[in-house]
């Protein structure tokens, strides 16, 4: 080695070289192998740059390596240099761009080891700039250590922008659009994109003659950019028309555009033509669900002389209305025809409406719903006959088997959520609990809870999936010889465990049916009969569909092809068109040892859930003197399953199959899982809100409410009250409310907990505040609240409440009655009181169908002792309705009836008048008199029927017909009987909330000498 040695000091300037060579060799080959352990995990972050790329032995000087040793050559090793802090970090090649500019895209930080993988990252991360046209990193050993470099080529820059020609739109708001500003990359390619930018965002504007040129910018060798911009006028639509249409009038037609004209040719209505295109669409779709198949629609686009204005008119060939001929079932077992299709809305020689036909088919599924039959399937099919604007409508059914709930998932999307778990389990399981069947009525009900809940975010909204599982973690049939057959792994493989079935239909858009145009092609050489007359399917209880199964499969069918609108249709025989009479299917079932009785939902038949008959020797027992696992059974971490139904103490064996049933083999059932996914939401809500009418008077409002409130989480630490967990994630509705009045005014705190103890019963507290200037009196009432209630079920619910103000009463006038001044001052009144009613209304505003009942009892106890009995309902009624189901006619009727005992005070006896009490009359204007005072009555007896009718096209303006009629007096009876009648108007502007304005012109028919009468009553509320 002295002899290398010597050779080396000779030619040290030739060694360092080599040596240098060697290194980069090795580098290369270390870098390719890094490159291909790392390629899964980097390669998407951007250019990849070796390890030999990292070091250039061009940028190590050889005079700083000839001062590590003279002697010998200066050794160093890439591993080793990138184990080593970098001193510093150089940005090299720039001209234009500030330093600290391009540094603050860098994660590179000098006095850090750096890795190979935050350089190439640094690498793409300038490169997405678009500053640079290369960007390349290198190592250099300089005498303080390793500095890391990124040469750079800079792009050319945009030294200027100009955009003339721009009134109607400002630069700013142009520039922001393009993101073309001065010292940004000059790009060509992004200059010309730029102007197609400001052509589309005239063009969304109503600018749709505006004309966008690149006066200057196109060249490579540009570095100014200039956009010429004539603007043109704004185009809006003058008027929308229609031509052709019978069927409906142009106000109908025009509530299904998405194109509006313009108020005043001057505010909104601006024209979009792909708009107007999907008008055609949406108008063919509207016809075709109203059984016009054969409609075609196009239109006409006429633009005014100075482009400011447009014209649309649609042409509508209508055709002729299809009708249904016949509508047959096919493949109900389980439930039998009769009560499948008990009083459908679509029935036989009707005109077809989809419509009509989703609502049949929603009532046709739930009738598998409630059965646990999640996954039975209705499909509607109709049949175009050779008879011109005939159809025959069949409805294909899968019963597909019943399921038990297994397991209730529930999963909060995003980090540390503030939600207790139980918040959604309570909803869902007051409904649904694991081990029970699946009835899929009451899972879209927890559904729509979940879903239509304040507490989780609607812009990342709820998720509620059903999702079948095999089903073996919720059985423990292990040891059963046939408990593989039981599972689906045998025979007809029922349940495969890979197979992952479609959501329920219920949980899709039109629960899963979808038209279908059913295909036939034509007999050959078999010429068409002659069409019987057509028998329509029976509606009444009495009749039925009698034609046997393998009669509908056998039908001889044939057809003559025809097109229209695009439909390949067909036509169908009617020859052999038979029904069975109903006491023959009764025979037939009776013969074969079944029943046809209703099943109930709390002792199940199990040949009524799975359509197979029992041994009759078989016990199947409800109860039994040993202790019985329950739904609520809970597995080894500690969460509650199912039932087990594969084996257990029952003497009887499993009653839903199984091989423990001995010779009787019955499908097992099915098991689901509910997966719930839920995105946290702003539950805290300050809200800002005014009313005035003809009762109270002009009334202000502020409330802060939160809806997911804990009473039992109070702030632990500052840090609980800036992340947002103090007093929050149990639920719990918590309300601060203000209504400042010039009549009334009201002061509200209440808390309310929907799942009091995690049980179904729910709790409120709430205090209060109250003042009102009567006419003969001003009062003043502060008190609180406590009530329990219960909600029994979707349509009933109770509650009792303790009620404990102080009413104090003054201003009050000389001369007033005994009745009144006894009262004068503070009055301590304690009640509780029990609530019980039942909601089936379909809306809470303005309700169409159902009905609202509500009956009450209150006693009173210490200062003053007397009963109060009080009953109200209403019932609503839809007369006519479009085809489209809007448009409807509603009739309500209400009735209340109220007593109370003698001992009852002034101020809480029975006052009518006014809006939404007697119309006809003022505020408290019927009231019986003593002295000239109004003093109130403890009996009232009030009533209403009204009709409402719409007057727009689009329902937002109602007209009311109406009489309002009863009686306030002192005893029970009508000696005092009054009438009022009148019309009104109903606004609903969705912009001032859900509710209505209402005003009502009423006159008095029957009234008595002492009542005050007021013509003119009204409402107007407005919250944001």
């Not at 740059?49 to 001062?67: G, K, M, T, Y």
Request: some cysteine; glycine content about 8%; hydrophobic content about 35%.
């Amino acid at each position: 080695m002295p002899g290398v040695a010597s050779q080396l000091r000779e030619r040290p300037q030739r060694v360092h070289w080599l040596w240098a060579g060697v290194t980069a060799c090795m580098l290369l080959l270390a870098g390719e192998a890094f490159a291909e352990d790392e390629t899964g995990r980097a390669g998407s972050r951007g250019p990849r740059v070796s390890r030999a790329s990292l070091l250039d032995p061009e940028l190590i000087a050889p005079e700083e390596l000839e001062e590590e040793s003279e002697d010998e050559p200066a050794e160093f090793s890439t591993d080793e240099m990138l184990k080593e802090p970098v001193v510093d970090v150089l940005i090299e090649g720039h001209e234009t761009i500030a330093e600290y500019a391009i540094q603050k895209w860098l994660k590179v930080k000098k006095g850090r080891v750096v890795t190979p993988q935050e350089v190439q990252e640094d690498v793409a991360a300038l490169r997405k700039t678009h500053w640079f046209s290369s960007v390349r990193p290198v190592y250099r050993r300089t005498k303080d250590g390793i500095v890391l470099v990124y040469e750079v080529r800079e792009k050319p820059v945009i030294r200027s922008v100009q955009f003339i020609g721009n009134k109607k739109i400002k630069t700013t708001e142009i520039e922001a659009y393009t993101g073309l500003r001065v010292n940004q990359p000059f790009d060509v390619a992004i200059n010309r994109e730029a102007v197609a930018r400001i052509r589309s965002m005239y063009l969304e504007k109503g600018f749709r003659n505006s004309n966008v040129q690149l006066t200057k910018g196109s060249d490579p060798k540009d570095r100014e950019v200039i956009i010429t911009i004539e603007e043109g006028p704004k185009t809006r639509v003058f008027g929308t028309s229609f031509e052709g249409n019978e069927f409906n009038s142009d106000a109908v037609l025009k509530t299904k555009l998405a194109t509006k004209s313009a108020w005043f040719r001057l505010i909104s209505g601006i024209y979009d033509p792909q708009l107007v295109d999907n008008d055609v669409i949406t108008l063919t779709q509207y016809y075709e669900n109203l059984g016009f198949f054969d409609v075609k629609v196009t239109k006409e686009v006429t633009e005014t002389d100075d482009h400011k204005g447009i014209y649309v008119v649609f042409h509508v060939e209508e055709g002729q209305r299809y009708k249904i001929r016949n509508i047959d079932l096919n493949g109900e077992d389980v439930v039998s025809e009769e009560e499948l299709f008990h009083k459908p809305k679509l029935k036989a020689g009707d005109a077809f409406n989809r419509m009509y036909m989703q609502r049949d088919l929603a009532k046709m599924k739930e009738k598998y719903d409630v059965l646990g039959r999640l996954y039975a399937t209705v499909t509607p099919t109709p049949i175009f006959l050779d008879e011109p604007g005939m159809i025959d409508l069949e409805y294909q059914i899968n019963e597909d088997k019943p399921y038990l709930v297994g397991d209730i998932k529930v999963n909060f999307r995003g980090d540390q959520p503030h939600t207790r778990e139980d918040v959604i389990l309570n909803n869902v399981a007051r409904l649904v609990k694991p081990g029970q069947l699946a009835n899929g009525r009451k899972i879209d009900l927890a559904r729509r809870r979940i879903v239509g809940s304040q507490l989780w975010d609607q812009s990342d909204p709820p998720s509620f999936e059903i999702v079948q599982v095999d089903g073996r973690d919720y059985t423990l049939a292990q040891d059963d010889p046939l408990s593989d057959i039981m599972r689906g792994q045998e025979g007809n493989q029922d349940f495969p465990y890979n197979l992952q079935p479609p959501a329920p239909e219920f949980l899709q858009p039109g629960y899963g049916h979808g038209l279908a145009y059913k295909r036939r092609q034509p007999a050959p050489n078999r010429a068409v009969p002659t069409v019987a007359p057509p028998k329509k399917l029976p509606t009444s209880q009495n009749s039925a569909n009698t034609t046997a199964p393998e009669e509908r499969q056998s039908k001889p069918m044939s057809s003559t092809a025809r097109s229209g609108n695009g439909y390949e249709l067909a036509a169908r025989e009617t020859t052999t068109l038979q029904k069975r009479d109903s006491s023959v299917l009764a025979k037939a079932r009776a013969k074969a040892g079944l029943t046809a009785e209703k099943p109930s939902l709390y002792n199940m038949d199990p040949s009524t859930l799975f359509g197979e008959s029992l041994d009759p020797d078989i016990e199947i027992r409800g109860q039994s003197d040993e202790m019985i696992q329950r739904g609520q059974s809970i597995d080894r971490n500690g969460m509650p399953v199912p039932q087990d139904f594969g084996s257990g103490s029952s003497e009887s064996g499993n009653p839903y199959g199984g091989s423990t049933f001995g010779r009787v083999r019955i499908p097992p059932p099915g098991y689901v899982d509910l997966d719930i996914d839920v995105t946290e939401g702003r539950t805290g809500r300050l809200m800002f809100g005014a009313g005035v009418n003809s009762n109270n008077g002009l009334v202000g409002s502020a409330v802060l409410q939160e809806d997911n409130f804990d009473i039992m989480r109070p702030p632990r630490s500052w840090a609980d009250i800036v992340n947002g967990y103090a007093w929050r994630g149990a639920g719990q509705s918590f309300r601060l409310e203000a209504q400042p009045g010039n009549q009334v005014s009201r002061y509200v705190v209440s808390w309310n907990d929907p799942f009091f103890m995690r049980t179904d019963y729910n709790l409120g507290l709430s205090g209060f505040y109250f003042n009102r200037y009567y006419t003969q009196w001003t009062e003043d009432r502060l008190g609180g609240r406590i009530s329990v209630g219960r909600v029994i079920n979707e349509y009933w619910s109770g509650s009792m409440a303790l009620r404990l103000e102080d009413v104090d009463i003054r201003n009050i006038p000389a001369g007033a009655p005994t009745d009144l001044t006894s009262v004068a001052g503070s009055n301590f009144l304690s009640t509780v009181g029990f609530t019980l009613s039942n909601d089936t209304r379909d809306n809470a505003f303005i309700p169409s169908q159902g009905h609202f009942l509500e009956g009450s009892f209150e006693q009173a106890f210490g200062e003053f002792n007397y009963s109060r009995i009080e009953a109200n309902g209403s019932q609503y009624f839809t007369v006519r309705e479009r085809a489209d189901g809007f448009g409807k006619h509603i009739v309500q009727l209400y009735g209340s009836v109220a007593w109370s005992g003698s001992d009852t005070p002034i101020f809480e006896r029975y006052y009518a008048g006014g809006y939404s009490s007697f119309r006809g009359f003022a505020f408290r204007g019927v009231s019986p008199e003593q002295g000239g005072m109004k003093v109130g009555g403890n009996w009232m007896a009030l009533g209403t029927a009204e009709y409402m009718l719409p007057i727009t096209a689009n329902d937002q303006i109602r007209m009311v017909g109406f009489t309002d009629f009863g009686t306030v007096q002192q005893d029970v009876g009508f000696e005092d009987f009054r009438v009022s009648a009148g019309v009104g108007f109903r606004l609903v502007i969705p912009a001032m909330g859900p509710a209505p304005i209402a005003f009502d012109f009423a006159w008095p028919i029957v009234d008595q000498k002492t009542d005050t009468r007021r013509m003119f009553s009204f409402y107007v509320g407005f919250t944001r």
